[in-house]
């Protein structure tokens, strides 16, 4: 097995699903701290019911999640323990400017990660930050509406420029957005964008996606500019779509499905819009809102490298009567009958990421990174106080040795790997914390209460060791 000797094995998080002290440290509101627990999260994240303020009916998982705020050294350490190379974070945009369209921005938010990333250092954890992950201003979607304001460029743009300068020298491996693709299919949460009643929601949607294109060149720019070592990714919500069957139809359907999450990575990759890309808008009956200089800008500034997802691959079906019958990650999926569920219905294939991989690197020629994968399960703690987690251990071993094969034998350039949720915290899709993907147990359930005490789990070891072996043993 020949993994490369400086492969980056970690783990990921992301600053509103670990961090909690929603309104410390000078912090403002984000839109991903009024994602509430039960049946109307989804409403609110897909931008059709309004949930500006907190309500009394309603719990926020957001606001004190696993309060990684006080709890980061502790954390850093465990992930240290593990042997992890790297971890993967980010950064809470309304830690650093807490409206959004301030001209300076708030100094103990910037402490607070140059903290983090010396802790990290004290290890010889690489950090790997996403400078947007699922958060945007509250002020700035009630006063400029979100990603569908181009003004919204010049304040990302500002945020990434702030932390490009300050982080200089301790952070290198940077990415623009996470899951751009998501934007389709969670906007509230991707970009920020509440639909009105009669707005043309496609239109809106495609003209944030073009904002958010042209901020993570502009940023990649700026990032290649204040340092050249800064190595700049995008990030996908990957999985691909197989056909249902081998009727054509079924085929195409699939290539469409696909295209669907492409797009934004082949922009971000290739420097364009693709044709099928143009052509899709405009079947949507929209227009891509292109400005002056907008092409060249996104021509000249592409990413180093593809960050993707990984949790499942998907089935699409041309017949429209079958559907969405389970989900994989938010998107829609027809079931899959060759493959076995999660407790969540999320279907488990880890050839799926072999091919995805493949996929993704036929189509790029650049490195991968894989910096999400992961099995949601509720745990147990035993009575002598510890957690036998096997059923994570067997997905994720599955899931590396597809990843090794990918690479050894297919010829897959691969930067890293860090599994979803290193330490337990609340879901995205859900807002659980019963949904538990970490090697590190947190005492905290589904409405709020536990002690916040951390336990390694069965698979704390277990990763340890794969990591010690560089993969070798598993
Ligand atoms: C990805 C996100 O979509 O999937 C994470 O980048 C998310 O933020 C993860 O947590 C797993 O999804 P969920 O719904 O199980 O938390």
Redesign the pocket.
Known sequence: MSLPKNFLWGGAT?AN?CEGGFNEGGRGLANVDLMPLGADRYLVGTGQKKMFRFDEEHFYPAKTAVDMYHHYKEDIKLFGEMGFKTYRLSIAWTRIFPKGDEEKPNEEGLAFYENIFRECRKYGIEPLVTIN??DCPMYLIENYGGWRNRKMIDFYVKLAQTLFKRYKGLVKYWLTF??IN?ILHFPFVAAGLYFEKGENDKQVMVTAAHHELVASSLATKLAHEIDPENQVGCMM?AGSYYPETCNPEDYWKAICDNRESYMFIDVQSWGYYPAYAKKWAKRQGTVIPFEKGDEEILRDNTVDFISF?Y?SSRVSSANPEKGKQTES??FASVVNPYLKSSD?G?MIDPMGLRITMNELYDRYRKPLFIV?N?L?AADTVEEDGTVADDYRIEYLKEHIRAMIEAVEEDGVELLGYTT??CID??????GEMK?R?GFIYVDRDNEGNGTMQRIPKKSFYWYKKVIESNGNCL
């Not at 915290?425 to 859900?430: A, K, Y």
Request: net charge negative; proline share 0%; charged share 10%.
């Open positions: 992301a699903q992950h699922f996470n899951e998501m919500a997802s949790y990650n938010i969540w999320w999400e992961g949601g979803w949720g915290l609340i879901s995205n899709g859900t949904k993907y």
